[in-house]
């Protein structure tokens, strides 16, 4: 959860390990703020908070690699167990600048797929690159998610602006949404529609609602800098 995996696929994950291990009868309730887990027989439930959440794939695609280990029979409790430990420690996040890099490269790009000029190419990516490294900035010091994206989208726009008016860039519009899509909640508005198919609603509706919040505090930002500007 911690890593963005989807609602269903954690409650699927942990029942499978389970009866892997000859607990057929187990339950589990997943949200995107805590887990519930219960095995058969007079185990207790145990009940773990989710306090924040973020992406990373390579971390999920290898807890599903633990677990198919353990369906197969491949790893024993103790192993998988040791296993799992040693992968909660791991960090497979790219170094901060290389994200910044990246960002900033798809800014541009982004720029390029909705028909800008290339004379707004090295605007967009200037302006990408430094509106993401806002994000982090803030994110890191404030830890207040949707206060990050509202910062960072308001850069985006000023940066935008000034580019425009001493005559770096042309397309303001396209500049400003380019620069903006790395912070879009792409992935968190997939995992909704996916648990909501699922019949996960209470989880679908709380990250449509994440999402929701993301995009209005994107939208709100780049709106103040232009209800100042104009």
């Known amino acids: 959860m911690k890593s963005g995996a989807e ?8 029942m499978r390990m389970a009866a892997s ?6 339950q589990s309730f997943v949200t995107p703020t ?33 677990s198919r280990s353990i369906a197969e029979g491949k790893l024993n409790a103790n192993e998988a167990l040791l296993a799992l430990k040693d992968l909660e420690k791991a960090n497979f996040a790219f170094p901060i600048w290389l994200q910044i890099v990246a960002a900033a490269i798809a800014s541009g790009s982004f720029l390029i797929m909705f028909k800008g000029t290339w004379a707004d190419y090295v605007p967009a ?28 989208s308001f850069v985006i726009g000023l940066l935008g602006m000034l580019a425009v008016n001493n005559g770096w860039g042309k397309q303001l519009d396209l500049i400003v949404i380019a620069s903006v899509m790395p912070l879009v909640p792409g992935l968190l508005i997939t995992n909704a529609i996916r648990d909501l198919m699922a019949g996960h609603f209470v989880s679908g509706l709380s ?24």
């Open 7 to 14: 609602t269903y696929r954690v409650e699927d994950t942990m």
């Open 21 to 26: 291990y000859g607990f057929n009868e187990t």
């Open 34 to 66: 805590g887990i519930i887990f219960s095995l058969e027989g007079s185990n207790p439930s145990q009940f773990v908070r989710i306090s924040e959440r973020g992406t990373d794939l390579e971390k999920i695609t290898k807890v599903n690699h633990i």
């Open 125 to 152: 990516i200037f302006v990408g690159g430094i509106g993401f490294s806002t994000f982090l900035v803030i994110h890191f010091h404030a830890k207040v998610k949707f206060f990050s994206e509202f910062s960072a």
């Open 207 to 230: 990250k449509g609602a994440e999402a929701f919040l993301t995009a209005l505090a994107i939208g709100a930002g780049v709106a103040f800098v232009y209800s100042l500007w104009l």
